[in-house]
């Protein structure tokens, strides 16, 4: 069965950095894009881009270009997202999701990511 | 980029009830909308996707409608598996998702 598996919850430090992992099984990785989006603690889902799975090339919504940087371990069928000079308002649960031709049908479990002094 | 407004930001009804849930585009989206389901705690779940294609496994008494700017979602006879956020998203030009909707019982 299609499943997109992230890794565990972050605690950062305002100025540090983190990468969380989304790993696909059930499926050819390369055949899908793969999307990101943030979902701040009681707040909206917010598009953050998405990452061509065959080419590698990113594309960021543009509150999030400068700081964030998609990328892949393609062998591993496994997208990431990078954030870096962590801020406070960073703190959300980042989630990653398959794009198909109608929106994005399967999405991970969500990563949630503190940044705290 | 487009802009969606959903509303209401919440909504109360009783099981049993129809409730419907408006999203308004800030161009024509020529009906590539989608609607979740988001319960706490949880990833968000499609139910339907292109205005009013249901997902697989989404039961009948979701629907959605729409056309241009204006689409909307409904549930008719609300049951208490129902209670959660729904989200609209625009796909017609990049993504944009709406603000989002509570249900609560009333």
């Known amino acids: 069965q299609i499943q997109l598996v992230q890794s565990g919850p972050e605690l950062k430090k305002p100025g540090e950095s983190v990468k969380i992992s989304c790993k696909a099984s059930?499926?050819?990785?390369?055949?899908?894009?793969m999307h990101w989006v943030k979902q701040a603690p009681g707040k909206g889902l917010k598009w953050m881009g998405w990452i061509n799975t065959y080419t590698g090339k990113p594309t960021y919504a543009d509150d999030f270009k400068g700081r964030f940087v998609f990328s892949l371990e393609a062998s591993a069928s496994t997208a990431n997202l990078q954030i870096s000079n962590l801020k406070n308002e960073d703190t959300a649960t980042y989630f990653c999701?398959?794009?198909?031709?109608?929106?994005?049908?399967?999405w991970g479990q969500g990563v949630m990511v503190t940044v705290s002094s | 980029d487009i802009q969606m407004t959903q509303s209401p930001p919440s909504l109360s009804a009783s099981l049993g009830d129809k409730v419907t849930i408006t999203c308004q585009a800030s161009q024509n989206i020529n009906k590539y909308i989608a609607w979740y389901q988001q319960k706490p705690g949880k990833a968000p779940r499609q139910l339907i996707r292109?205005?009013?294609t249901l997902v697989s496994g989404t039961p009948s008494r979701f629907s959605g409608s729409g056309s241009g700017r204006d689409y909307s979602f409904s549930i008719s006879n609300v049951e208490s598996e129902d209670i959660a956020s729904y989200y609209c998203l625009q796909y017609d030009n990049l993504y944009t998702f709406g603000a989002g909707t509570k249900l609560e019982l009333k």
């Open positions: 292109y205005t009013s």
């Open positions: 059930g499926y050819t990785f390369t055949d899908y894009a």
């Open positions: 999701a398959r794009e198909i031709k109608g929106g994005f049908d399967y």
